[in-house]
């Protein structure tokens, strides 16, 4: 998993709370990612980051926010949470060139 | 129209068949080219990446990139139970990566 940790695991929360979601890379690399994945769609780039408050929007970021505020932790926060957010949601780092990137272990979230 | 398409399976096959797995993609721009595979429950794996058209080869696994006709195919030679996973094809250029769907493959002894 490239050193690559996420929080909480699992989470279970109601409609319009504030949530956020944590990823933490051990290793100081650049670029690091949060994707969504969801039946059908496979995974969906929601942000990226390539360094400290250096982020950039992916395929499907509106309702979502993301903070970087040191190398190796990236925040994904849902400002109020919708039952379209429900999903598998997976942080990523590029070891070497963004092309190969390698994900964490996942997240799931549940709003009801 | 999905930037990458991907049947969904699932693919069921005998061990030790040879499995093929494949992806289209529309967007021409692509150069990179990668297969991950995801056990339940579990992040997707990186298992081949391959950049532009041509074949790669690793162990039981070849990789081909047909950029003529934007297809992208994984092959495994001597399956085995434990390569039942699902196998995501991903298309990459310029900050931009884009993931089929996935294909539920299983392995029966």
């Known amino acids: 998993d490239a050193g690559i940790t996420q929080s909480p695991r699992h989470k279970v929360t109601e409609t319009g709370t504030p949530v956020t979601l944590r990823c933490h890379q051990t290793?100081?690399?650049?670029?690091m990612y949060w994707y969504r994945q969801d039946p059908g769609h496979g995974l969906r780039l929601i942000h990226y980051s390539y360094g400290v408050k250096d982020t950039d929007k992916g395929e499907v970021s509106d309702g979502y926010s993301v903070s970087r505020s040191k190398t190796e932790d990236f925040l994904l926060t849902l400002e109020s949470a919708t039952s379209s957010q429900t999903s598998v949601y997976f942080c990523?780092?590029?070891?070497?060139?963004?092309?190969?990137?390698?994900f964490g272990p996942g997240t799931r979230l549940l709003v009801l | 129209q999905k930037e990458v398409e991907q049947d969904p399976g699932p693919l069921s096959v005998p061990e030790g068949a040879i499995v093929s797995l494949n992806c289209t993609y529309s967007n021409s721009a692509f150069q990179y080219f990668m297969w991950y595979r995801q056990y339940s429950r579990k992040g997707p794996e990186l298992l081949m990446y391959t950049y532009s058209s041509g074949n790669k080869e690793d162990g039981r696994f070849t990789a081909q990139v047909d950029k003529s006709s934007k297809y992208i195919s994984l092959f495994i030679r001597d399956s085995q139970p434990s390569d039942s996973a699902t196998y995501l094809c991903?298309?990459?250029?310029?900050?931009?990566?884009?993931f089929g769907a996935g294909t539920r493959l299983t392995v029966k002894p």
């Open positions: 991903a298309s990459y250029n310029n900050n931009d990566m884009r």
């Open positions: 290793e100081n690399h650049r670029y």
């Open positions: 990523a780092i590029s070891v070497m060139e963004q092309e190969t990137q390698y």
